[in-house]
């Protein structure tokens, strides 16, 4: 299988069925790795603040700083996450939280 072009890559971002976006990429997987072999990294997201400003209706984790369980992560606390992570081998970590003023 050839590699798609931009344009293939954007028309199926902007059109494709997401069932048969997973068969097309389960098919290339198979392509590459016949032996059944599947990669995966071990990553952790850590939620270093739940504060923020910016009130998106659909988000259900934010609180505002005056909120009982608003939290803001000491860096001993995120250190002890990222060893906690190392202890299992892990690579990759997503810094993510809120919009903290
Ligand atoms: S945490 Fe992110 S998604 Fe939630 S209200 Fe703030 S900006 Fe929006």
Redo the contacts with the bound molecule.
Sequence with gaps: MARMTSEEALDLILNADLKELGKMASARKKELHPNGVTTFVVDRNINYT?I?????K??A??RHAKDDDAYILTNEQIDEKIDELVAIGGTQILFQ???SP
């Design positions: 739940n923020c400003w910016v009130d998106c659909f988000c984790f934010y939280g809120g919009g």
